[in-house]
């Protein structure tokens, strides 16, 4: 019998995201690095320049063999675990964050975010994605789609009217 392939975030080496989505496609494990184009300004020049959204982090959706040959990569340090236990990332967490990447530039990243309702978005292109309330004003909302196990959320500037309390 197969075993389910599931979701799981790993921690990278310090600036080694890049290298270990490599290291993973080499052997074949399917890899997820979240990535945003940033400007980055110098003194002398401005340039684009592709970062990951979460320093220090990738994803992997991978068997628990799959989970512990990820392990003997160079650039992977270890799985993120909970209770004792490799944490799993749902599908729909992933899902949302790939929708919201490729919908917009204008995302931020937050540590240790403070969660407040749980929305879902019912127009736009973040339609039928759920996420929490992070900021509410009188013309916008900020949503963060949260990945709870790693304290990170993606924020995204939404008009209140777009959302809907759940």
Do not use: H
């Not at 890049?18 to 997820?32: C, M, P, T, V």
């Not at 799959?66 to 675990?81: D, G």
């Amino acid at each position: 019998m197969t075993e389910i392939k599931k979701w799981y975030a790993l921690y990278t080496k310090p600036r080694s995201e890049f290298k270990a989505e490599l290291q993973l496609n080499s052997i074949d494990i399917e890899s997820y690095l979240p990535k945003v184009q940033l400007l980055k300004k110098w003194s002398d020049r401005k340039k684009k320049v592709t970062e990951p959204l979460f320093r220090g982090y990738i994803f992997i959706r991978a068997d628990e063999r799959e989970r512990l040959l990820a392990l003997e990569q160079n650039a992977i340090v270890k799985t993120i675990f909970f209770n004792g236990k490799p944490s799993a990332v749902p599908q729909s967490q992933i899902d949302s964050l790939k929708k919201m990447l490729s919908n917009t530039n204008d995302i931020q990243v937050f540590n240790n975010i403070i969660k407040g309702n749980i929305v879902k978005i019912v127009e736009g292109p973040f339609s039928g994605t759920e996420g929490v309330v992070y900021n509410v004003s009188k013309n916008e909302s900020m949503l963060a789609v949260n990945i709870d196990i790693i304290n990170r959320s993606v924020v995204v500037k939404l008009p209140s009217g777009s959302v809907v309390k759940k």
